[in-house]
């Protein structure tokens, strides 16, 4: 990595910026995606004495004449040239790239097509009888290499890849690669025995990733592995220099990983949510070993960070504005089905609960394709956990955690007290009334199987407050006895250490905070995960759907810990792309004696084939219009033994960088 300090009057700085990423998804800026989603093309320095195109490159000095640069005067530096093969008349072109951005504007500036309609431009990168070939070279910063490429959209066959090869072998000055951009290409250069550098190979080198781009200021923590070793005095305003990523994280200004991470993990959603920097960075403790307890100002991008001494805490710390919490039922306590909730429910169930119940109903309705029944539960409304905790003995354990001696101003304190008083809570009594509905129901409806015992608050899922992994889930619940002591402890988790910190930074009043249950039968996923229908590195490609996997269950996907199988599908293009393979080694299955098992899994073959990542875009898409949301949507997923998907959650994705 390039370390380059400069020193000035005020401050020093120390510039980290190098061959890093263009996102996660290892790609250049694209003008074909630029030009569809109607965004102007940033405009190239052309040289007019420059041709409009060469036959043959010679050298370094003559490819710059004709090249665009994206991050030009960053080591991250991409130059790249388009080339067009014209198998007609046996002609290789070397496009004038700063002059045109598009293959298509120099066919039509050329004309080398008369008539260059949808369905012609269409054959150039589909039909296998195509009369031109068309991509790009460039040369890649992070390999040190130059590299051929087409769109991820072209389906390309070993024949035209073995074709582009030799043709741009023999005309250009430096040996070209291939990279593949999308999974079908991949299997073209497989079976061409041609070398290829994949969209994986590229991400799982790099010594930095921006998960979460943005500026921040606070005071710079090297705390090591949070949920083993929380400080006394971690703040809002620090920036946390971690190990691995925490299963779970209080409010911070900014968080640097030293392991790579998910970028669906509930850490880097909380991070999205609060909108904070959340970067990945190789050896990150002895890399910033002598910022340590500095106050600092944060800025990370895509191609890098940048740190600057600061003088103390800002002003004015970045707040997002206060989360509003819905008006709660509190008045009927009668239990729900899945099939009776719809979305006036969740004012008595919550909202992660009532939208179970509005995609069963557009599944009964044929909307959602070819999906399993989301699996069968039942709500334990708002009212009863407000009786729970109204009963004065739950009232006094409360009141007299809060007057803690040092509990506002030391959060290993307060960790401790609120420990104390979840499970002092799970102690009290529930009426039998109650519990002996809960498991008629359980027994009847859901046949006695094993359950997934969840949180539905007023406290998650809100317009601009994820809450994603603040609440416990009890999983693979299997007897009456444990089925009411994992209802009191979703209960209890309302004060769960950083749902009580997440929700004091959002300006959520815990007196108000309601927690419902919902009891849901326990699937046993072959592979499960979460995706969102949208980019999570840039908010303004919403025409993807982002997919994270591992096999067995899906709490893994999202504890961030270890990096799960991520792979992109592209509405536009149509083209699958995978970035990265799972790295467990072990996955999580239901034991039959309840709760989860840990046994060994493949950790060398693909998690999802490209049958089955298309299936989930294609669901993911139509829950996003079921429910209406613009926004996008972040889908919790499991594959059931049929093969067909069941959906386990939906919640709105909050990117506060998308609401500024």
Known sequence: MILQKLAGAAFAVQLLATAIAYAQTADKPSAFVARRAGIALAPASADARAPNALPRIESREQFDTIARIYDAGTPAAMPHALFVIDRASGQTHYVNTARFALHEDFLRGQRLVLNLDHATLESFYFSPTRRFILGTVSFHPELKRWLFEYWDGDQTSPDLLRETAAALGATFFQPLTFKANSTQQERAADASHMEAITQAQIAAQRAYLALNTGKTQGRLRIVGKLDADLPDDIAPTDIVVLSEAPLSL??????????????????????????????????????????????????????????????????????????????????????????????????????????????????????????????????????????????????????????????????????????????????????????????????GQLAGQGVFVRSSSNAEDLSNFSGAGLYTTVPNVTDAQALAQAVKTVWASVYNAEAFAARRAARLPHERVQMAVFVQTAVAARTAGVMITRDPFDPSRQHVVYISAKRGLGVRVVDGQRIAEQALYDAWSHAIQRFSRSGEVTELQLDENGGLKEIPTDPVSDVLNDAQILLLARTALLVKAVLDDRSGQDIEWAFAADGRVVLLQARPYIDARAQR
């Open 250 to 443: 209080p409010p911070v200004a900014g968080v640097i990983l030293a392991q790579p991470s998910t970028a669906l993990s509930h850490v880097n959603l909380l991070a999205k949510g609060w909108g904070v920097p959340n970067i990945y960075l190789r050896d990150a403790p002895e890399q910033l070993r002598d910022w340590d307890g500095q106050w600092v100002r944060l800025q990370a991008d895509r191609n890098g960070y940048r740190l600057q001494k600061a003088s103390g805490p800002p002003v004015r710390p970045a707040r997002p504005a206060a989360a509003l919490l819905s008006p709660p039922d509190t008045t009927r306590p009668a239990l729900i089905p899945l099939l009776r909730l719809a979305e006036k429910d969740a004012a008595r169930c919550g909202a992660k609960a009532a939208r179970l119940g509005v995609l069963e109903q557009a599944r009964q309705q044929g909307r959602l394709g070819d999906i399993a029944p989301v699996p069968d539960g039942f709500c334990i409304p708002y009212a009863q956990f407000a009786a729970f905790m109204a009963q004065p003995a739950a009232q006094a354990l409360i009141k007299q955690t809060l007057a803690t001696e040092r509990f506002d101003q030391s959060s290993a304190v307060r960790r401790r007290a609120l420990e104390q008083l979840r499970a002092e809570l799970v102690k009290l009594p529930v009426s039998d009334s109650w519990t002996q509905e809960w498991i008629v129901r359980w027994r």
